[in-house]
């Protein structure tokens, strides 16, 4: 990766370093420092000096980290900024926009420290007042945000996934926590019991506990409705956007904007009504039959889903991705077991693993199931879905969202699941 800074190339890669160029190091790439200076390369900083060569200064960055909801509620926050005049980049697991343009397209979620950077001196060159990211758990460990000063930092809940990287649950809380430790404004979602931050600074958001925006009332009847206070004062939102997740995210995004731009509550709210939601997420593909995908692929966010439809006879299709925590697995089985009518397990991204031992995990987790079918070709099972489908039910199908493929070992096939159900509408 390269940064350019006044004609200067900054590196993270030895091969890239040579006599012109910096080489910044950085926990992931020391060890090969001494390649580095064998290139010739004579200049080498720290990663937390990187900051000191670029001044960030004029633009607003926040960040969002937490287990679910990271990529709903940048876009609602890129969203209501824009609409409100502002000019904002926007990066995070859908790629890097600018001023609503996609500039680049699916990578990392965070991408690496000179990642970061660059994106952020775009956005500056592109004349943008905020940019908004998302933080993944990865990034924080792997420092890859290190020297970002953020104007605020912004929790959306913190349950599991990524077990395959941080080893224990406790390692992921503690990581996700971190992101919170310091004294930077910060916007905590109160109703979790797991997160731990510095209060200095702090601004809460909830929906059962305490908090200064906090939602009173909400319903779902011809879309979402919410009421919440702020300091005794009532405001209210629409929005297409189902499930009481949303809720969560919505009100995140509102309070954020309200906290970074100091604009009147009632103005933000407004703005908020123009955000359709993000694609893949809770999308409705078709409505004969009711057809949805979504890029649930934890327990808790299969969970949140598979809860909202809970009037309908839930028809979910489900896989779990290779080489990533195996211990979700079960779990995300028992979580379809507890809420669907039917379920077929089926493939999503094996990667380097064999499909089969993926969903044999996935069955570990569903005991006594009346109607459980195993299908490993998630086109045939996104097929036998929709045969079966009836005015009473829903079509769940989630894990890939708005995902262009299906990812077996490291090659990637052309596959999504909106077109795999606009084949079989009735
Ligand atoms: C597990 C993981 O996170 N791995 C990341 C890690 O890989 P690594 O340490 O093995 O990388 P490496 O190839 O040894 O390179 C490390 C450094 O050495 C340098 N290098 C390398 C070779 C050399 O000869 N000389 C040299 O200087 C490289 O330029 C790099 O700076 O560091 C690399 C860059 O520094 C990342 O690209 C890589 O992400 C991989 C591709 C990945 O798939 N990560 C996923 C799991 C991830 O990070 N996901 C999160 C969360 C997703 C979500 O929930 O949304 C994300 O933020 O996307
Ligand atoms: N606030 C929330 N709480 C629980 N589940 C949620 C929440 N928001 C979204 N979800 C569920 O999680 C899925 C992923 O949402 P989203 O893409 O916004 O999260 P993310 O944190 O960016 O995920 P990733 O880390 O994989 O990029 C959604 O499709 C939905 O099923
Ligand atoms: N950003 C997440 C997305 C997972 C989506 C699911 N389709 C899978 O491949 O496991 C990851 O890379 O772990
Ligand atoms: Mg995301």
Same mark, same amino acid.
């Given at each position: 990766?390269? $940064?350019?800074?006044?004609?200067?190339?900054?590196?993270?890669?030895?091969?890239?370093?040579?006599?012109?160029?910096?080489?910044?190091?950085?926990?992931?790439?020391?060890?090969?420092?001494?390649?580095?200076?064998?290139? =010739?390369?004579? !200049?080498?900083?720290?990663?937390?000096?990187?900051?000191?060569?670029?001044?960030?200064?004029?633009?607003?960055?926040? =960040?969002? *980290?937490?287990?679910?909801?990271?990529?709903?509620?940048?876009?609602?926050?890129?969203? &209501?900024?824009?609409?409100?005049?502002?000019?904002?980049?926007?990066?995070?697991?859908?790629?890097?926009?600018?001023?609503?343009?996609?500039? !680049?397209?699916?990578?990392?979620?965070?991408?690496?420290?000179?990642?970061?950077?660059?994106?952020?001196?775009?956005?500056?060159?592109?004349?943008?007042?905020?940019?908004?990211?998302?933080?993944?758990?990865?990034?924080?460990?792997?420092?890859?945000?290190?020297?970002? !000063?953020?104007?605020?930092?912004?929790?959306?809940? &913190?349950?599991?996934?990524?077990?395959?990287?941080?080893?224990?649950?406790? !390692?992921?809380?503690?990581?996700?926590?971190?992101?919170?430790?310091?004294? *930077?404004?910060?916007?905590?979602?109160?109703?979790?019991?797991?997160?731990?931050?510095?209060?200095?600074?702090? %601004?809460?958001?909830?929906?059962?506990?305490?908090?200064?925006?906090?939602?009173?009332?909400?319903?779902?009847?011809? =879309? *979402?409705?919410?009421?919440?206070?702020?300091?005794?004062?009532?405001?209210? %939102?629409?929005?297409?956007?189902?499930?009481?997740?949303?809720?969560?995210?919505?009100?995140?995004?509102?309070?954020?904007?309200?906290?970074?731009?100091?604009?009147?509550?009632?103005?933000?709210?407004?703005?908020?009504?123009?955000?359709?939601?993000?694609?893949?997420?809770?999308?409705?593909?078709?409505?004969?039959?009711?057809?949805?995908?979504?890029?649930?692929?934890?327990?808790?966010?299969?969970?949140?889903? $598979?809860?909202? %439809?809970?009037?309908?006879?839930?028809?979910?299709?489900?896989?779990?991705?290779?080489?990533?925590?195996?211990?979700?697995?079960?779990?995300?089985?028992?979580?379809?077991?507890?809420?669907?009518?039917?379920?077929?397990?089926?493939?999503?991204?094996?990667?380097?693993?064999?499909?089969?031992?993926?969903?044999?995990?996935?069955?570990? =987790?569903?005991?006594?199931?009346?109607?459980?079918?195993?299908?490993?070709?998630?086109?045939?099972?996104?097929?036998?879905?929709?045969?079966?489908?009836?005015?009473?039910?829903?079509?769940?199908?989630?894990?890939?969202?708005?995902?262009?493929?299906?990812?077996?070992?490291?090659?990637?096939?052309?596959?999504?699941?909106?077109?795999?159900?606009?084949?079989?509408?009735?």
């Amino acid at each position: 990766m390269q $940064l350019i800074i006044n004609n200067r190339v900054y590196t993270d890669n030895s091969n890239e370093a040579d006599e012109n160029s910096v080489f910044v190091v950085s926990k992931q790439n020391e060890k090969f420092k001494d390649s580095a200076i064998a290139n =010739g390369c004579k !200049e080498i900083i720290d990663s937390s000096e990187l900051k000191n060569h670029i001044d960030l200064s004029s633009i607003k960055i926040i =960040g969002i *980290t937490g287990t679910n909801g990271k990529t709903t509620t940048a876009a609602a926050i890129y969203s &209501i900024l824009l609409d409100l005049g502002y000019k904002v980049a926007l990066q995070g697991t859908r790629g890097f926009f600018i001023n609503d343009e996609r500039v !680049e397209d699916y990578s990392l979620t965070t991408p690496v420290q000179l990642g970061n950077f660059a994106h952020i001196q775009k956005a500056m060159q592109n004349g943008c007042d905020f940019f908004v990211m998302e933080v993944s758990s990865h990034a924080i460990e792997q420092k890859r945000i290190e020297g970002l !000063e953020f104007a605020l930092k912004i929790h959306t809940n &913190i349950t599991r996934d990524h077990l395959d990287y941080h080893k224990t649950i406790e !390692e992921y809380i503690n990581v996700k926590n971190s992101f919170l430790s310091d004294e *930077t404004p910060k916007l905590i979602n109160k109703d979790d019991p797991i997160v731990k931050y510095n209060s200095k600074n702090g %601004f809460a958001y909830s929906l059962e506990n305490p908090s200064t925006y906090k939602v009173t009332a909400y319903s779902f009847k011809n =879309g *979402t409705h919410v009421m919440f206070s702020h300091f005794g004062e009532m405001h209210s %939102f629409s929005s297409n956007m189902m499930g009481i997740f949303n809720v969560y995210n919505l009100m995140a995004a509102v309070a954020a904007v309200h906290i970074t731009t100091q604009k009147p509550l009632n103005e933000i709210c407004e703005a908020l009504e123009g955000f359709a939601g993000v694609s893949g997420r809770m999308e409705t593909v078709c409505t004969n039959p009711l057809a949805i995908v979504d890029f649930a692929h934890t327990p808790d966010g299969m969970s949140e889903v $598979l809860k909202s %439809f809970n009037e309908k006879e839930i028809i979910c299709v489900f896989g779990a991705g290779g080489d990533r925590d195996k211990l979700k697995r079960p779990l995300m089985g028992q979580v379809a077991a507890q809420f669907a009518k039917h379920i077929i397990v089926t493939s999503d991204n094996p990667r380097n693993e064999d499909p089969d031992m993926i969903i044999e995990d996935i069955l570990k =987790g569903i005991k006594n199931h009346q109607s459980v079918q195993v299908e490993i070709n998630r086109k045939e099972a996104i097929k036998k879905a929709m045969e079966m489908a009836n005015e009473n039910s829903v079509v769940l199908v989630l894990g890939k969202g708005d995902e262009a493929t299906q990812i077996i070992y490291d090659k990637k096939f052309p596959f999504s699941d909106k077109e795999e159900i606009l084949k079989h509408i009735k």
